[in-house]
């Protein structure tokens, strides 16, 4: 790994940022999981997904009620590359701090794969590895073998389509676990935003509700866009690249 003068010099002033922080937490997004081989969204990369694939037809409530089996498909193709995918160094750095809270947009959970608790993870986009009963009245959920999903079917509770459990464009995030990324992020000394385009909101709106209430702000990302007009300190370089060396050391105190 090399590392160049100009990343080194802000790594230096990342780190003395974070040395002065007790309450610190992590914002992510697919570019956290892109060193393990997942693909991002809206890389220039051409295998970004969204420059592949149509969000409205495979991510939005209308397109799964126009043709749930072409979204089936799609999740099902997504989840058989999840099969054996690894946490990567970045995923790690951030399991070994075990009091920060990792806020997440990934779908995946290969944070918890790397040992955090997963009650340390908020999951503000769902799960890939579950499916849920498309009936908002009903709880059905179900844990799924990303190696063997299963096919499109009925709920066995109620009847209706059992689905993957994702937030879709247009739907809302999961209400606990939003309320609680928003309190903690009115309350934190630091906010370490990593491998995130920022552009989907509520979630993406989490960085400037930090800066509000006063936290600094840390950017990890090789292409720093939206997120790196709000950093304090951007590093512009790779989540696995730049994350153990960033946390090397550093420890949150208990009770933050
Ligand atoms: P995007 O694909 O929009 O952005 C990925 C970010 O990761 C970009 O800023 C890249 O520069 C950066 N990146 C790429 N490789 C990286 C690496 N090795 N290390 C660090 N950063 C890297 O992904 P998100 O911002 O997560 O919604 O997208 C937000 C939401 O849009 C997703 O949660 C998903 C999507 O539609 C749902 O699934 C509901």
Redesign the pocket.
């Known amino acids: 790994m090399v590392i160049d003068s100009e990343l080194q010099d802000r790594l230096a002033q990342a780190r003395e940022l974070l040395a002065a922080c007790r309450r610190v937490a992590a914002f ?5 999981s ?2 393990s081989g997942l693909a ?4 220039p ?1 051409p295998d ?3 420059s592949r694939f149509d ?1 409205t037809e495979l ?1 939005s409530v209308a397109g799964f009620e126009e043709n749930p089996q072409r979204v089936i498909d799609w999740y099902n193709w997504r989840r058989r590359r999840y099969a054996g995918v690894e946490p990567n160094p ?1 995923h790690r750095a951030l399991a070994a701090q075990p009091r920060m809270i990792q806020i997440t ?3 995946d959970n290969l944070l918890e794969q790397a040992g955090v608790a997963p009650q340390q993870v908020y999951h ?3 799960s ?1 590895l579950h499916d849920r009963c498309h009936n908002p009245d009903c709880d059905q959920r179900e844990a799924i073998d990303p190696a063997t999903p299963q096919a499109l079917r009925d709920c066995p509770r109620c009847g209706d389509r059992m689905r993957p459990a ?4 247009g ?1 809302n995030l999961p209400e606990a676990t939003w309320m609680r990324a928003q309190s903690l992020c009115m309350a934190l000394d630091c906010l370490l935003v ?7 909101y509520p ?2 709106g989490l960085i400037s509700l930090a800066r509000r209430h006063h936290s600094r702000v840390i950017v ?6 939206a ?1 790196g007009d709000e950093a304090d300190v951007c590093l512009a ?6 994350l153990p060396t960033l946390l090397d050391g550093f420890e949150l105190a208990s009770g933050t």
């Open positions: 992510s997004g697919a570019g956290l892109a060193e991002t969204f809206r890389d990369d970004a997904l969204w969000p991510a970045a947009q990934n779908v503000l986009h769902g890939i994702v937030v879709w464009f739907e990593i491998g995130t385009s920022a552009t989907v979630a993406a990890v990302d090789p292409n720093p866009g997120a370089g790779s989540a696995a690249e730049v």
